[in-house]
């Protein structure tokens, strides 16, 4: 059974970074495209950009270029997210997801982000 | 503003079918084969249900189909039952190989 596991809620002073973490399992963890993406509060979802896992190849989506930086631990396969100089817009329930076709299946089960002085 | 309009909400009642709307506003979603369509219940991860306009992953059930018309892809949910009730979202690929989403449409079995 393929599964997602993510980290926990973080909460964050304006201006500094977050780290979340994303560990599949069920599947070679090099073999799929990860996505990540993110929902604030009563609002839609947000493509934030993908890794590949077995290169560490990234593809990030323009909003977030130069604030975002996606990695990956082959050793421990977990793959990571961290988005730096958050302000209050960054809080929002962020997401891992394999890449399934053109879409993402699984997704982990989410990570609450608080952005808050 | 996205480059996927989606209307914000959507009903019907049991038994009855429901289109959903995915409306392209910009060329770099180009021909819009690569539509992907997401149901997502309150306090939960969005599930995938369709991928390339219309092809189901496995345990989908096939009362959820798609399908593209021009410049709008459509998701149908026929049979509508009360779990359906829920979140759309529908996504495409978008130039360069970035990802978009619609704005979501929130479906209510009456």
């Known amino acids: 059974q393929v599964q997602l596991e993510q980290s926990g809620a973080e909460v964050k002073k304006p201006g500094a970074s977050v780290r979340v973490s994303c560990q599949p399992s069920g599947y070679t963890f090099t073999s799929y495209y990860l996505h990540w993406v993110r929902q604030a509060p009563g609002q839609g979802l947000e493509w934030m950009g993908r890794i590949n896992p077995n290169s560490g190849d990234t593809k990030y989506a323009p909003k977030f270029q130069g604030r975002v930086t996606m990695t990956r631990d082959t050793s421990s396969s977990t793959a990571y997210m961290e988005l730096s100089r958050l302000t209050s817009d960054d809080t929002a329930v962020y997401y891992c997801?394999?890449?399934f076709g053109s879409g993402a299946d699984p997704w982990g089960q989410g990570t609450l982000v608080i952005v808050s002085s | 503003q996205s480059a996927l309009t989606q209307p914000p909400s959507a009903s019907g009642s049991p038994g009855q079918s429901v289109t959903i709307s995915c409306t392209k506003t910009?060329?770099?979603?180009?021909?819009?084969?690569?539509v992907s369509w997401y149901q997502q219940h309150p306090g939960k991860a969005p599930k995938l249900l369709l991928y390339?306009?219309?092809k189901r992953p496995s345990g989908v059930p096939d009362r959820f189909s798609g399908s593209k018309s021009g410049n709008t892809a459509s998701l149908t949910v026929s049979g509508l039952q009360a779990e359906d009730e829920a979140d759309y979202h529908c996504s495409s690929y978008a130039g360069r190989n970035n990802v978009i989403f619609g704005g979501g449409t929130k479906l209510t079995v009456l």
């Open positions: 910009s060329n770099d979603v180009g021909d819009f084969n690569f």
């Open positions: 390339e306009v219309n």
């Open positions: 997801a394999r890449s």
